[in-house]
């Protein structure tokens, strides 16, 4: 394994265990088993190696998101299951729990900044999807970007603050709230 490759896969433990504020560049150094001046050859500060590791993690969500795409099935199905499978793999990516975590408890800047940039990844892959849905008719003309975050937003609350205080609902219960919030509507 390369000593960048080495680099990273430290720092993702480092930050997945301590967060952004609690690593150091010398406990990376250590679990890379490199010298501190060696990271550095590679990333100029803690912030650009967080960046990279936070670019990673925007790939792999990608990559989740298009697997979870079936052409063959509605605009509904495909965004249920690609937004399911999008907070599925936030809330159980052992880095961005510990960042949202961090950015709860310490509003660190950075990571609310990484964690915007998450946000966004879904909401324009959210949108672009949106997109052509309106194209083929399946959805009426609405502004996409907006109605990609509101339904971001939707299954964020239903996913993640709902079970703060209630009893988790299940995928099929959250999928039946989604269809009726923003397929169906709410008028008789």
């Not at 800047?109 to 052509?132: C, D, G, H, S």
């Not at 009893?167 to 169906?184: G, V």
Request: with cysteine; aromatic share 10%; proline share 2%.
């Amino acid at each position: 394994m390369d000593r960048k490759q080495s680099i990273l896969e430290a720092a993702l433990k480092s930050f997945s265990l301590f967060g952004y504020k609690a690593t150091t560049m010398d406990q990376v150094a250590k679990l890379a088993n490199v010298g501190k001046g060696t990271i550095y050859t590679f990333y100029s500060n803690k912030e650009e190696l967080f960046s990279e590791i936070v670019a990673g993690i925007l790939r792999e969500m990608q990559e989740v998101a298009d697997m979870s795409i079936n052409p063959e099935q509605s605009f509904f199905e495909n965004a249920h299951r690609a937004l399911i499978s999008l907070l599925d793999f936030r809330n159980e990516h052992q880095l961005t729990v510990k960042l949202i975590q961090e950015e709860k408890e310490l509003g660190t800047k950075i990571v609310n900044q990484e964690l915007n940039r998450l946000e966004q990844m879904i909401i324009t892959f959210i949108k672009e999807r949106i997109e052509k849905a309106i194209e083929k008719g399946e959805l009426r003309k609405c502004d996409p970007e907006v109605t990609a975050f509101l339904m971001l937003k939707l299954y964020v609350a239903l996913v993640v603050d709902w079970e703060e205080h209630h009893t988790p609902l299940s995928k099929e219960e959250i999928a039946n709230l989604f269809e009726l919030y923003f397929i169906k509507g709410l008028s008789t």
